[in-house]
């Protein structure tokens, strides 16, 4: 396993990270409301926040660099720029929410709902 220099790692590699995060965020975009551990969570929230701010510029490059981190997935970038982003139009941070909903019955891993408000 590679030994991450600075920050939480949740996955076994960079790359296996930004495969994770891409995921949730699609899962995230589509549903609503995921569940999930609190730590996955965490990592996920500025990676939303990221995503919704691309969403609310809303020109070309914005929606070509949305693809290419949600893995183009084309129907979660369209319902981010057609859905999701003109709903935070007068806001500038704070687009999910984290509800803890207590621990997982196999391994005691704290579970939660990020949900976008």
């Known amino acids: 396993m590679v030994k991450p220099k600075k920050g939480r790692r949740i996955g076994g590699s960079p790359s296996h990270q930004k495969a994770i995060l891409s ?7 589509e549903h ?3 569940k ?9 929230k500025p990676f939303v926040d990221k995503l919704i701010g691309l969403g609310k510029k809303n020109d070309l490059n914005s929606k070509r660099r949305a ?3 949600l893995r183009h997935n084309r129907k979660a970038v369209i319902k981010l720029f057609d859905e999701v982003a003109p709903r935070y139009h007068q806001k500038d941070s704070g687009y999910t929410r984290i509800i ?7 391994d005691a891993a704290p579970m939660v709902f990020i949900e976008l408000i």
């Open 67 to 69: 693809l290419a981190i």
């Open 32 to 34: 609503n409301r995921i």
């Open 36 to 44: 999930t551990t609190h730590t996955k969570a965490k990592a996920l």
């Open 23 to 29: 995921n949730l965020a699609i899962a995230l975009l």
């Open 100 to 106: 803890k909903i207590g621990n997982r019955y196999g």
